[in-house]
């Protein structure tokens, strides 16, 4: 029973976005608002820490082994597999990300000992060190496969309406293997901007913002001293998109045709990083 | 002072650990042993859920925040930072990782129907299921270098003494960015023979078992299907690895000498995957 109610819970917000999903056409898809006014990942106050409720969320417990003859326990999480999805746009010829607000990276920026002050100065602490550059992602809570899952989240962060047969598997690895332990499956896709059909940034409170970044910016940005905020799967996602794609768009790029000159062509992006992301 | 525990709380078995690794000779480190036998992490049984208690690892809470006007919260841990290292020992040619056994891997292959039935069925869900195969690595939880906690590592779980200057950062970025957001740093070590004072395998009741690949096993390894039990972080390395190091090695490995032939010298290496880790 503990851990049904725990997928159940987990479930919940979730189904709520797919109400609202269905029930709205996707070229509808807008940032949040409020008051008329877009809503801006950055525009951050108010930060506290509460002991932690009953939460539909993160529902730990422990679990109990005999292991080599001895009785041990190991405290974790249940949480919901994912999909990751590569995506880049051969019209532009850049990979497209996606930028938001973390919680969790906020809290870790902060010295452990201002963390307990109460309220957080949100002045000497701003919302720009909690904020990520991530693959589009999603979590796995409903009988579709990762595929069509896959799909939908690409629609819903970035805009595209990509076909699923376009939608290249290429690793599943466990997710943190310390008390989440979750599956989670790493897609590859093409799109053009033919296929863009709306905004992206998410649905229901979630903002997100799309980033496009060309391959030498990747490349250079990935080879920085860091901190990235970053998570690693979306490193190796990099990596493996620089080891068997980037050659080819790389040298489409530089030589469009043969008439053209070797300069590499402007492009369009939303450069994104004040911070070393 | 809600923080402060949980911090003080996760350093508590890291601390005994400590104690007792400065007790000892390091040559003197060995696998757990119970009853004069080395312990086996696939020897599994009694596995159960319980709720969770008060807990020193897993301490949860709720982040609240107004972000764009709107009041919102996030459910998350408090985690401590850490170090992976990629170790490729050059007399053998041969990279180093760590294999052991983690619950919430082996939790998250049990279908959800089958994780509320009381105890587990080990003999239909065994242990290999949650066998791991990773970078050396661990948390950040004393007053000393990223350097010299790595350092440390190596030697406790693989049981090479490293030079300090020896170890080369890669990168840091957020390991996982959904509940937990702590940063982690990945070194580059290259160790030889004349380095390995200990068996490693972890100290106190860890099971960590030393496994060496090839380079031509690690490329086999990451081209499969998956699912690959293992953090998207040591993916990430193995790329990084492969990008920036291998070939020296391939290389060195394929002609080891001009009268020499030009197959690849078979290493001694412990091939450990009946599954696909």
Redesign the interface.
Known sequence: ????NI?RACSTKRLLYEVKLANQTVKKIKP?M??DKP???E???????????D?P??R???????????D?N??????H?SVAIIVFNTTKNVLVFVKQ????????CIP?GE??AGEIDTSKYP?SL?I?L?MCAGIVDKNKSLQEIAKEEVLEECGYDVPLKELLQI???????????????LFYCEVTDDMKIGKGGGVE?E?IEVVEKTIPEVEKW?SGP???????????AL??F??HKADKYRNFRLKPSKTACSEAIPVNVDVFAKTDL
């Open positions: 029973m503990l851990i049904t997928i949040p409020h008051k809503l801006k990942m525009d951050l106050t108010k930060v506290y820490l509460t002991p932690l409720p939460s969320y993160v730990p417990f422990r679990f109990n082994y005999v292991q080599g003859g001895k041990k190991w405290d974790m999480l249940a949480v597999d607000f973390r919680p969790a990276v906020y809290f870790n452990p963390r307990e919302a909690g990520t991530e690793a599943s690895y466990r997710a943190g293997v310390g008390v989440q332990g979750s599956l989670q499956t409170d903002i990935i860091g901190p990235l905020n970053t998570p690693p799967s979306c490193l190796f990596m493996w620089l080891r």
